[in-house]
């Protein structure tokens, strides 16, 4: 094949040749290019992340971090672990924020994008970089934040069908484009017995990438300590409907069109992570909505004080405010889960 061959194209040739492929793998294949193309952040990007949007954020989250690890005992070596960072903006604002408790733990960043890594190495150039959580640091506790990663891993969709759950592919459609269809793979045995008995044409959605980086994660944990907090927008319990969309340029676009040239991702089912962290002996808290834990971590409170050391900038504090706490906003929508090693205290905002 071509060296400059298109995603596209790639694919194109592949299910011409081979058939059909899966949701899971055509948007595993869209988001390694997407995210390998360039910075998808901000203003000028495709869509804005809650680090972002205000400091206050990533403030919130290393005061959650450092509370846990004062009441842990302040061990060390202690490392700071995130996945999939974006532009290193929440690590650099959680670590300050730490900081001012006493914790400055190394910094520890999986990402595979050179482009995003570069704009990392600008706020965080002391940080190490992985390329998988396997190179990750074995010598102490791991604080591990996840912020809007899991809803980028592939999911598989299941169909229901009159012969039972069948799983969704991605087919060619017409001479450039791709379309979802129904495959001939039987999957009942993927699909939870609280969906078995969905009407014919529901969609079931599945993320084994999702539970396999978790289980791995939670058993580091497990031995070295230390917790986990993962923040995303999902549900918190199984369900029906398909959820897999796609944004360009701050717009909903379409999934299955120019792939590679879009962020596609699906709602996290926080149901399945936490279900889990129980398996796997964790201490599990929450979920609960992203704007009850930032309230119960005190994130009014530092509005206020930041409205009061800047007045001119107190409509955007106001604003960005409203932006991650409103329930209409993403106060529910968005959901926080804790997990902690066996033995570590129960972390703050999730009572």
Request: with cysteine.
């Amino acid at each position: 094949m071509p060296e400059d061959a298109t995603l596209t194209d790639q694919l194109r040739r592949r299910i011409a040749a081979s058939g059909p492929i899966s949701v899971a793998e055509y948007m595993r294949e869209a988001n390694a290019a997407y995210y390998a193309a360039g910075d998808p952040f901000g203003a000028g990007g495709d869509f804005v992340t809650a680090p972002e949007i205000s400091q206050m954020f990533g403030e919130m989250v290393g005061l959650w971090l450092a509370d846990l690890w004062i009441r842990a005992g302040r061990p060390e070596p202690v490392h700071y672990v995130e996945l999939g960072p974006g532009r290193g903006t929440l690590a650099h604002d959680a670590l300050r924020s730490a900081t001012g408790f006493g914790l400055s733990p190394s910094v520890q960043l999986v990402e595979t994008s050179a482009a995003l890594r570069s704009a990392q190495r600008e706020r965080l150039p002391l940080a190490e970089w992985h390329d998988s959580i396997e190179s990750l640091p074995r010598d102490g506790p791991l604080l591990i934040v996840a912020n809007e990663f899991f809803d980028a891993l592939p999911v598989r969709q299941m169909i229901a069908t009159e012969d039972g759950w069948r799983e969704r592919m991605v087919a060619l459609d017409g001479d450039d484009g791709f379309a979802a269809e129904t495959g001939t793979r039987a999957v009942d045995a993927l699909v939870p017995d609280a969906v078995r008995g969905a009407p014919v044409g529901s969609i079931y959605e599945h993320c084994p990438d999702a539970a396999t980086i978790l289980f791995d994660l939670l058993r580091r944990i497990a031995a070295q300590g230390g917790a986990l907090l993962a923040i995303d927008y999902g549900y918190d319990r199984s369900g029906i409907g398909e959820t897999l969309q796609a944004v360009k340029d701050h717009a909903r676009a379409e999934p299955f069109a120019d792939p590679g040239a879009v962020d596609l991702t699906a709602h996290v089912n926080f149901q399945e992570l936490a279900n889990i962290g129980r398996v796997a002996e964790m201490g599990v808290h929450g979920p609960v909505g992203q704007g009850r834990w930032l309230a119960m971590l005190g994130i009014v409170t530092r509005a206020r004080t930041l409205a009061s050391a800047a007045p001119d900038q107190r409509s955007a504090i106001a604003a960005a405010l409203k932006r991650l706490t409103a329930p209409d906003e993403m106060g529910e929508l968005f959901k926080v889960l804790g997990f902690t090693a066996p033995g570590w205290p129960t972390p703050e905002g999730f009572a």
